[in-house]
Each structure stands twice: as C-alpha cells, then as structure tokens.
C-alpha cells in the first residue's frame, strides 16, 4: 500500500473487553511507532519498534497495554480489561529507519482508530 | 522529567502574515532530538522536522522555518507568508536518545493557528 493503514478506523467496546488494534506500516519501514491522542492527555507516545524489537516499553500507561511486531511489518496493539480512560485516537506511524539515526527521514502516519470504551 | 511547553493555546492571523509558534523545553539530557508536527483540520499528523541538540543550525524549508537555541531552550517555529491550508494544530515534542534510540517522547499541548483569509 502507499501509506501506513490501521485497523480498524473505529472500535467501541464495553468497559472490561480486550482489543486488539491492528498497524501496517508502509512496506520496508523499519522502525514503527504507536501513539495515542485524547482529550484529557492530549499526544502521548506509547511504544517505538526497530524492527521487531521495542527498546523502550515505558511509555505503556500501564501493563494492560502490550504492543508486538512481527516478520518486521504489522505490529499489533492490545489492550486487556478496557477502561473508559482508554478511550482515544490510536495513532500509529512509520519511518524508513529510526528517525533519531536519519536526518532526513520522514515519519509518516496513519489515519488512526478510535477506541471508544463505554 | 522533561516537559515541553507552547504557551500559545490559539493564534489568528490574516492570511500572507508572518506567524511564530513558540516552544520552550526542559530536559536534563545532553543529546535529545526535538521535532515539529502538524496535525490539519483532517486529523491525520503529519511529521514537519527533527532536530538534534547538538545541531543549533536553523532550517528553512519553503516558508517553513526553524529557529533552535539551546541556550533559551527553545525551537521556536516560523510560517512565512501564511496560507489558509496552514491553518491546523502544531505540536512540539522532545524524545530522549537513550540506549533504545528513540523513547521517552514529550509532547507539548499544541498551536491552534487559524489563518483568516
């Protein structure tokens, strides 16, 4: 595909469920980056993968929260026993390689899902 | 903890004005990277710039410029000659450059700017 592309655009589910929130990066990207958007937390960075491996998971609100890439490609978001407070725009992004490594690369992002948590 | 402040919530300009988003940033590290994103009535973010600490020169893309200073800790962001398809959220944001590369990633409330035309 030409763009980064998630799945799927909304998901509502009820307070408790698990959810499982779906990336596919644009093809060859190595590094791959999940973020997530609300209201009451604005931009938050949640986990960035250099390949399949996540250097750094601190950025998860919590361990309900577990994200995994695998062959390189789509990565998946997973959420255990929703909380409202879940609620919020999924962004994910990605980028030839790590962006800190290439002055010139760009990040790009796709659409988003929006959780909603009743 | 580091923290990224754009005390400006909401600018208005009239069209083919100069405008400055301003962006101020606190971090105890020596090597951090900061970067610039657009997010359009759209929704979709779109990736602007990325700038190292240890690289104070500024930038210009178009009518896109960047002014970095390390000794206000600031990256202040500059659209010359604005246009109505500028009119979006902007959003600053500071990232670590620990061992895992890119991590612990900051980002400010954003800009509105609404350019009038």
């Known amino acids: 595909g030409a763009g980064v592309s998630q799945s799927p655009s909304n998901k509502v589910t009820e307070k408790g469920k698990d959810v499982e929130l779906r990336c596919d990066p644009i093809?060859?990207?190595?590094?791959l980056y999940w973020y997530r958007q609300s209201l009451g937390q604005g931009l938050e960075f949640l986990i960035y993968f250099q390949g399949n491996s996540a250097p750094d998971k601190s950025g998860l609100p919590s361990d309900r929260f577990s994200a995994e890439r695998t062959g390189g490609s789509v990565s998946t978001l997973t959420i255990q026993r929703t909380q409202q407070e879940d609620s919020a725009v999924y962004l994910c992004a990605s980028s030839l390689v790590p962006l800190i490594l290439a002055p010139t690369d760009t990040q790009y992002f796709g659409p988003g899902t929006r959780l909603t948590v009743l | 903890a580091q923290k990224v402040t754009q005390a400006q919530t909401e600018i208005s300009v009239v069209e083919k004005e100069d405008v400055t988003l301003d962006c101020v940033y606190e971090?105890?590290?020596?090597?951090?990277?900061l970067f610039w994103y657009k997010q359009p009535p759209s929704g979709e973010l779109v990736f602007l710039i990325r700038?190292?600490?240890?690289?104070?020169q500024n930038e210009i893309s178009g009518r896109y410029s960047w002014n970095f200073q390390k000794s206000t800790s600031s990256f202040n962001f500059t659209i010359t000659a604005s246009q109505v398809v500028d009119s979006a959220v902007y959003f600053c944001?500071?990232?670590?450059?620990?061992?895992?590369?890119?991590?612990?990633?900051?980002f400010g409330t954003g800009t509105k700017l609404q350019v009038i035309p």
């Open positions: 944001a500071l990232s670590e450059a620990g061992s895992g590369g890119y991590q612990k990633v900051t």
């Open positions: 700038r190292n600490s240890f690289d104070e």
């Open positions: 093809s060859g990207h190595t590094a």
């Open positions: 971090t105890r590290d020596t090597t951090y990277y």
